[in-house]
């Protein structure tokens, strides 16, 4: 499955690098990720909690930045094992400065799943993975939101549920 996109953040590139790179913040904004641990440089313990329609797992595995050139670009490298499944994905995030105080978040990359989650969701995992896409940019905006000391706006219920039918019936 191919991932990419483009979303444009209220932050400077060094902001979000920075916020990307601290593991603290990444486990944070991440959805499904409930556990990230440094093991070393750029190299972390990830737990995941997944549910993919009717499938549901706990995934542990490895998170690698790779290849950092700051502020400007990283690779992502993932690595994840389930009793359901195992998923590996690699993807490359730029952070290309649109102003001062703006930056367009480009991200593009490629995800494998095996076993019964790739069988069972094959259907479901693209608007998933946009869903999820859209849940991380929501998080990391209220993230540098609240590191700004501005107040955080949240979508409200309904603006929320009508994302996700638009999510889910794109493409």
Do not use: C
């Amino acid at each position: 499955m191919h991932l990419e996109g483009t979303h444009t953040l209220n932050a400077s590139p060094k902001l979000i690098w920075d916020m990307l790179m601290d593991a603290d913040t990444l486990a944070k904004v991440t959805p499904a990720i409930s556990s990230l641990e440094l093991i070393e440089e750029g190299k972390y313990k990830a737990i995941s909690d997944v549910k993919i329609g009717p499938v549901k797992g706990n995934f542990k595995g490895s998170l690698e930045v790779a290849d950092p050139v700051e502020p400007e670009k990283f690779t992502l490298k993932m690595k994840q094992n389930s009793k359901i499944g195992n998923v590996s994905a690699e993807g490359v995030i730029s952070l290309n400065p649109v102003s001062k105080n703006q930056t367009e978040v480009v991200f593009s990359g490629d995800a494998r799943l095996s076993g019964t989650i790739a069988r069972t969701s094959q259907r479901l995992v693209s608007g998933v993975a946009k869903t999820l896409t859209d849940q991380f940019f929501e998080s990391l905006e209220q993230e540098i939101q609240l590191k700004k000391g501005e107040e955080v706006t949240q979508k409200s219920f309904w603006d929320r549920i009508v994302q996700f039918f638009k999510n889910l019936f794109s493409k």
